[in-house]
């Protein structure tokens, strides 16, 4: 139920849509006389687009949650496994296609591979299932080991965990797949603003995880202003920020995560 609820209310939360909805809500009142409700709803949504679109709203939003987590200034000397998450490859094309696609978020498996070969006896765990409520798509967790074993990383290295559906069940499923014991490291590589909310999760299911985050968005220095990014990249930061701040007070809210911004130690 808290899948198909958070997906839902994604749908309608996300920027573009809740732009959209607000302007038909506008032209309804409109069209039953409340001019002034119509022109605060119109209102509301250019505003949320404009400072969607052309300010570093989303930059400020992901800065904080990308500057949680650094990696180790000294790594790791041994590393039994490495956790990626999902969500770094096109599940839709790769099923049509039978290829390895990345999308914007393929940072992840790029440094995974490249980690593979930094520790040639860690174990490799993929965890992502189909993250979609409508949309039909090959799971991370499927597609890839196509890439990964076309990187040069064996097949028997790798672990494949392909039921999950969100954050809080690749923790759990990860957890059940790899057994870490005690004493073991084990890398979490997922995006950056990621990072906070896959640990918090993480420990909640008493998988210790030494964060590794990549995907950056951001440079940590926008400020604030206007015109500061490219509009679709703009888009895409605010959209992910409100995302994953929603996302990290839900968790925090249903007690899935013990504190609502987890940070080192």
């Given at each position: 139920?808290?899948f198909?609820?958070?997906?839902?209310?994604?749908?309608?939360?996300?920027p573009?849509s809740l732009?959209?909805?607000?302007?038909?809500?506008?032209?309804?009142?409109?069209?039953?006389?409340?001019?002034?409700?119509?022109?605060?709803?119109?209102?509301?949504?250019?505003?949320l687009?404009?400072?969607?679109?052309?300010?570093?709203?989303?930059?400020?939003?992901?800065?904080?949650?990308?500057?949680?987590?650094?990696?180790?200034?000294?790594?790791?000397?041994?590393?039994?496994?490495?956790v990626?998450?999902?969500?770094?490859?096109?599940?839709?094309?790769?099923?049509?296609?039978?290829?390895?696609?990345?999308?914007?978020?393929?940072?992840?498996?790029?440094?995974?591979?490249?980690?593979?070969?930094?520790?040639?006896?860690?174990?490799i765990?993929?965890s992502?299932?189909?993250?979609?409520?409508?949309?039909?798509?090959?799971?991370?967790?499927?597609?890839?080991?196509?890439?990964l074993?076309?990187?040069g990383?064996?097949?028997?290295?790798?672990?494949?965990?392909?039921?999950?559906?969100?954050?809080?069940?690749?923790?759990?499923?990860?957890?059940?797949?790899?057994?870490?014991?005690?004493?073991?490291?084990?890398?979490?590589?997922?995006?950056?603003f990621?990072?906070?909310?896959?640990?918090?999760?993480?420990?909640?299911?008493?998988?210790?995880?030494?964060?590794?985050?990549?995907?950056?968005?951001?440079?940590?220095?926008?400020?604030?202003?206007?015109?500061?990014?490219?509009?679709?990249?703009?888009?895409?930061?605010?959209?992910l920020?409100?995302r994953?701040?929603?996302?990290?007070?839900?968790?925090?809210?249903?007690?899935?995560?013990?504190?609502?911004?987890?940070?080192?130690?």
């Amino acid at each position: 139920m808290f899948f198909v609820m958070s997906k839902v209310f994604w749908f309608v939360a996300q920027p573009i849509s809740l732009t959209l909805l607000l302007i038909v809500l506008g032209l309804v009142a409109f069209a039953g006389a409340r001019r002034r409700l119509g022109y605060s709803l119109i209102s509301g949504g250019a505003l949320l687009l404009g400072l969607s679109v052309w300010s570093s709203l989303g930059a400020n939003l992901l800065a904080p949650l990308e500057g949680r987590f650094a990696k180790p200034e000294m790594p790791p000397e041994s590393v039994a496994g490495i956790v990626v998450l999902g969500g770094g490859l096109e599940g839709s094309i790769n099923r049509a296609r039978g290829g390895y696609e990345l999308n914007s978020s393929g940072d992840r498996f790029v440094e995974t591979a490249i980690l593979a070969r930094r520790f040639p006896d860690a174990r490799i765990l993929v965890s992502g299932g189909a993250g979609e409520l409508l949309l039909t798509g090959e799971s991370d967790a499927d597609t890839a080991p196509r890439l990964l074993m076309a990187l040069g990383v064996a097949p028997e290295r790798l672990i494949l965990e392909n039921r999950s559906r969100n954050t809080d069940e690749n923790a759990r499923f990860s957890k059940e797949l790899s057994k870490p014991q005690p004493g073991e490291t084990w890398l979490l590589v997922t995006s950056a603003f990621h990072m906070p909310r896959s640990v918090g999760l993480f420990r909640r299911a008493g998988f210790d995880v030494v964060p590794w985050p990549v995907d950056y968005r951001t440079a940590g220095d926008e400020g604030y202003g206007f015109f500061v990014d490219n509009a679709i990249d703009s888009l895409q930061n605010t959209t992910l920020g409100i995302r994953e701040w929603i996302g990290l007070f839900a968790y925090w809210l249903t007690g899935r995560i013990d504190q609502l911004l987890p940070g080192p130690g």
